[in-house]
């Protein structure tokens, strides 16, 4: 059967495959450490819970207007104002499927063949295959640990062309749970202030944040919001993984050209989840506090864990809930008669013969390291280090 070719350079996400293979091998009883995927373990808040029941016992179960319901799109305009400091009217708003399908319409609509978009690696997995889907080419500028995983501002303006399209920027990021530095993200903007690209903000991480403050690239350079894009959603802050809400918030022909792609594919989000995300904008912020401080006592347990392993070592994040680790030191060890030699097989191994669900490096751009989700109980966790250290001791 013949498929379309747009199709033939994506690959399935790693993340959600071995989330899937996981979960499967769970379902026939096996016991599986899953720290592959990025969810958190925390239930939905009750006042958001009890948002939905609301919406469905008032019978709020029809389509809305495709961008999504008037007061949701004025909250999340004061939530920007008040946690930002970016200024934008209902109209620059988009309510989205998820912050992904944001990203998505983004490509769809701002992308062309022959246009480019500066990504920095370590790089979420999708964002990639969302530009080549549409058409367009990924340019990627690698970064270093050492440095944070900040990009070198000499590295963007070596790859600027005029048909750099957009630059997408991700802090606190996925896989590194790095947090860019005023003087990182003065250094991105003062490579790309002369050119006319636009840039995209995934802000999904934003609330969780265990060191300092947040920065956007709005708060270093305001001259260059009239071409910034805010992507987010409710699903990391609020634990609402499977409601699929996340909005955009951006120059208005930019939002009006998402909002037609949205038009086209899924129309509204759905309206009881709607109801919802409003109930968490305006809500308590005590709740993700009290989330924020569990996961930095898990981070702290589970990193100082991986670096007191043999052939280890990670870097502490500064947000988010993966560890990012790196696991050259065990590469060109012998197992089962081979050395192993990459972040793939060493994930195969480690769900194989360990039962430890843990990401590849190689699909996200980081080759060396393996990915691994603190968003699960300590004891789980505490599980996944005693594996981890079997898998050292066989491969001495």
Same mark, same amino acid.
């Given at each position: ?13 790693? *993340? ?42 008032? #019978? ?24 930002? #400091? ?5 109209? =620059? ?53 050492? @440095? ?27 896989? *590194? ?13 003062? &490579? ?56 955009? &918030? ?11 792609? =949205?038009? =086209?594919? *899924? ?11 409003? &109930? ?45 680790? @790196? ?17 793939? =097989? ?51």
């Amino acid at each position: 059967m013949k498929l379309a070719r747009r199709l033939q350079a994506i690959k399935p996400s790693p *993340t959600l495959a071995l989330n899937s293979r996981a979960k499967a091998l769970a379902a026939q009883g096996v016991d599986v450490v899953v720290l592959a995927a990025g969810e958190p373990d925390f239930d939905t808040p009750d006042y958001v819970k009890q948002a939905a029941v609301d919406a469905l016992n008032a #019978g709020f179960t029809k389509y809305t207007a495709t961008a999504g319901i008037p007061e949701l799109r004025e909250a999340i305009c004061n939530k920007l104002e008040r946690d930002n #400091g970016l200024r934008f009217t209902p109209e =620059q708003v988009l309510v989205t499927s998820g912050g992904k399908q944001a990203l998505y319409n983004f490509c769809q609509a701002v992308l062309d063949e022959g246009d480019e978009v500066i990504i920095f690696a370590p790089y979420w997995v999708s964002y990639p295959d969302m530009v080549r889907l549409a058409g367009a080419t990924p340019v990627i500028v690698n970064t270093r640990e050492e @440095d944070g995983f900040a990009p070198d501002p000499d590295a963007i303006r070596r790859v600027l062309t005029p048909r750099t399209r957009a630059v997408i920027i991700n802090s606190p990021g996925n896989p *590194t749970g790095a947090v860019y530095s005023r003087a990182a993200l003065e250094g991105i903007a003062d &490579a790309v202030r002369g050119h006319d690209c636009l840039i995209v903000t995934d802000d999904i991480y934003e609330k969780l944040l265990y060191t300092g403050e947040r920065l956007g690239i709005s708060d270093v350079a305001p001259d260059l919001v009239p071409r910034l894009v805010v992507v987010n959603g409710m699903s990391k802050a609020y634990s609402m993984t499977g409601w699929r809400l996340g909005y955009a &918030a951006g120059p208005r022909p930019v939002l009006s050209a998402m909002q037609l792609v =949205q038009d =086209q594919s *899924t129309s509204n989000a759905s309206s009881i989840g709607q109801k919802a995300a409003l &109930a968490a904008l305006k809500g308590p912020p005590d709740t993700i506090a009290a989330m924020v401080k569990e996961y930095k006592e898990r981070r702290d347990f589970f990193v100082g864990g991986l670096n007191a392993l043999d052939g280890v070592r990670c870097r502490m994040p500064e947000g988010a809930f993966y560890a990012l680790a @790196d696991v050259r030191g065990l590469y060109g060890r012998p197992y089962k008669g081979k050395a192993v030699a990459g972040s793939v =097989q060493l994930s195969e191994i480690l769900l194989d013969d360990f039962r430890v669900a843990a990401v590849p490096g190689d699909p996200f751009g980081a080759e060396g390291y393996i990915r691994m989700s603190f968003a699960t109980s300590r004891q789980v966790l505490g599980k996944g280090l005693e594996r981890l250290g079997e898998l050292v001791q066989a491969l001495r």
